[in-house]
Nanobody, 126 residues
Framework: QVQLVESGGGLVQAGGSLRLSCATS?????????MGWFRQFPGKEREFVAA????????YYADSVKGRFTISRDNGKNMVYLQMNSLKPEDTAVYYC??????????????????WGQGTQVTVSS
């Protein structure tokens, strides 16, 4: 079983930055998990934000965050990060960390992921 715990959310002014962290644990967790970040607005479905492949480290971003957000991972520490710069009020959402099954490519849809964290609130004030 894999556990994911997000942290780093909070309140920030527009134009500011936050770094979200996702601590991964579990007897079977390894660097073979592709990881993703999603966000959810009130009353809406979860939407893709960013992903990083388990092999090669290729990254993918939603158009709405490209150039502002950066996903990274530290396999030695079993951590995944989302650096968010130039934040906008429309980035306000609950952000979730997600992991695939081992050896699976990263995807852009929530159903591509098998493990989820509990989410962390990000609020950007104008």
């Amino acid at each position: 079983q894999v556990q994911l715990v997000e942290s780093g959310g909070g309140l920030v002014q527009a134009g500011g930055s936050l770094r979200l962290s996702c601590a991964t644990s579990g007897r079977t967790f390894s660097s073979r998990y592709s990881m993703g970040w999603f966000r959810q607005f009130p009353g809406k479905e979860r939407e893709f934000v960013a992903a990083i492949r388990w092999w090669g480290g290729s990254t993918y971003y939603a158009d709405s965050v490209k150039g502002r957000f950066t996903i990274s991972r530290d396999n030695g520490k079993n951590m995944v990060y989302l650096q968010m710069n130039s934040l906008k009020p429309e980035d306000t959402a609950v952000y979730y960390c997600a992991a695939t099954t081992p050896g699976t490519d990263s995807g852009l849809r929530p159903e591509d992921y098998d493990y989820w964290g509990q989410g962390t609130q990000v609020t950007v004030s104008s």
